[in-house]
């Protein structure tokens, strides 16, 4: 089983909150990613990251930030939150030059 | 035309049939070809891996590639419940993310 971990599992906050979703990893990987993905539909790249301080926006526009200041540390902040990102953040790290992503088993997010 | 095309299902089947997944793919530059497994509620996790056309099998699970044709397939033998899960391709061309397929949802009705 992969060794990277997310919290909170299961998110429900009020709109306009900023909240930051933490991914952690222990394999010492360099290549980290976020996704986004509405129940029963496709995972949609939002940001990633090939190692500290290096960040890069995913195919899918999102008003989400990420930071990469250590390399098993890769948080998503988003600054007001509103019902539209209601979703799942999955996210996932990869070595370098091996393609096999590994996922962590997600944050489920509700914004009322 | 969209880069990686797979048909989303829902796909339900009887226990014990074969399945038969598919993908097509339009980028020549991809060089690794993965299906990734997702339970409900779950982060996907990698199934197969392959770098060449032709077949490669684990168990009950076939991958097969057609670089000329660009296609992509996954099947199941003697399909059981527990497979019961969504199925997405993946490909990789380089340094870059993965592309993904949107997935096919699969019912192994017992």
């Known amino acids: 089983e992969a060794d990277i971990y997310q919290t909170p599992r299961y998110l429900v906050i009020g709109t306009g909150k900023k909240i930051t979703l933490e991914c952690s990893q222990t394999?010492?990987?360099?290549?980290m990613y976020w996704y986004q993905q509405d129940p029963g539909m496709e995972l949609h790249l939002i940001h990633y990251?090939?190692?500290?301080?290096?960040?890069e926006k995913g195919d899918l526009s999102s008003e989400s930030t990420v930071s990469r200041i250590r390399t098993e540390h890769f948080p998503l902040t988003l600054e007001s939150a509103r019902p539209s990102h209601t979703s799942q953040y999955l996210c996932a790290s990869s070595e370098p030059g091996y393609n096999e992503q590994f996922f962590g088993p997600g944050t489920r997010l509700t914004v009322l | 035309q969209k880069e990686v095309e797979q048909d989303p299902g829902p796909l339900s089947v009887p226990e014990g049939a074969i399945v038969s997944l598919n993908c097509t793919y339009s980028?020549?530059?991809?060089?690794?070809f993965m299906w990734y497994r997702q339970y409900s509620r779950k982060g996907p996790e990698l199934l197969m891996y392959?770098?060449?056309?032709g077949n490669k099998e684990d168990g009950r699970f076939t991958a097969q590639v057609d670089k000329s044709s660009k296609y992509i397939s996954l099947f199941i033998r003697d399909s059981q419940p527990s497979d019961s899960a969504t199925y997405l391709c993946?490909?990789?061309?380089?340094?870059?993310?993965?592309?993904f397929g949107k997935g096919t949802r699969l019912s192994v009705i017992a």
């Open positions: 993946a490909f990789f061309s380089g340094n870059t993310p993965l592309v």
């Open positions: 980028n020549s530059a991809f060089q690794y």
């Open positions: 392959t770098y060449s056309s």
């Open positions: 990251s090939y190692g500290v301080n290096s960040t």
């Open positions: 394999m010492g990987h360099d290549k």
